[in-house]
């Protein structure tokens, strides 16, 4: 649906209302009618690019980036920090913490410098693994070296310490109360945590702007589905609006 066609439904819509409330409602049309009207006008294709190549390069997805950049000709992006960030989130992703906090190093060493809540993290994630691979003895050595000392300066890295060291004490972690630790999901939430330190250290959004903007627009219409009839975005994928008149309700 064009911006015109658009211009007509709404206008369908607002001469059903008779009254006070449909001048009101007319003032307020036009209101959003110029700004609808500003916005097409300010949204360009370049714009548009620049938002898919954000979403591409903060999820780190290096071949089509590449390959959209070269399509599109947006600006030149250095592929090498994706490709150094995502070797490093892959490495938490797999249980190689080690590897990860050296390789964060060798990008930029004052990013765990400066970040004292994300090196308790990756330690913490550390000792996981540890108790996973079921090295009980240096496990426990290494949360009194390494991670208690933290503990004592931080009271909420303590209570972190003292649940993963729970683990230990059951044999079956299925019965455990923070057996979730061992889950998969707690090393995509300290890799998450990584990446994001590293784009912000590069001075890039550690969110992408498409998915923050296409739950605006999810929430905008289900605030609208309670009040008004109007022109529905209902497949994500085309954008398309669809006429409420072609509607069988």
């Not at 009618?33 to 898919?52: P, T």
């Not at 490495?91 to 190689?96: K, L, M, P, R, T």
């Amino acid at each position: 649906m064009g911006f015109v066609r658009l211009v007509r439904v709404l206008l369908s819509q607002v001469y059903t209302i008779n009254g006070f409330g449909g001048c009101v409602l007319m003032s307020l049309f036009w209101i959003v009618i110029r700004q609808l009207a500003e916005i097409e006008a300010m949204i360009r294709k370049e714009d548009m690019n620049k938002l898919v190549m954000n979403f591409l390069v903060t999820e780190g997805y290096v071949d089509a980036a590449e390959k959209f950049r070269m399509e599109s000709g947006t600006e030149h992006i250095d592929l090498a920090t994706i490709t150094d960030r995502m070797a490093v989130k892959k490495a938490v992703q797999c249980g190689n913490v080690e590897d990860a906090i050296e390789k964060v190093n060798d990008l930029n060493p004052e990013i765990l410098d400066t970040n004292p809540q994300l090196f308790f993290h990756l330690q913490q994630q550390r000792l996981i693994e540890l108790i996973r691979n079921g090295k009980v003895e240096e496990a426990l050595e290494f949360a009194q070296e390494e991670l208690a000392p933290r503990g004592e300066e931080n009271q909420g890295f303590l209570d972190e310490l003292e649940r993963t060291v729970a683990l230990l004490a059951f044999e079956d972690v299925s019965n455990c109360p923070v057996g979730e630790l061992l889950d998969i999901s707690q090393r995509l939430k300290t890799a998450s945590e990584v990446n994001a330190a590293i784009l912000t250290s590069q001075s890039h959004e550690k969110d992408p702007k498409l998915p923050s903007l296409l739950k605006m627009l999810i929430w905008a219409q289900n605030q609208l589905d309670e009040k008004a009839v109007y022109p529905r975005i209902n497949d994500l994928s085309t954008a398309k609006l669809e006429d409420p008149a072609s509607i069988n309700i």
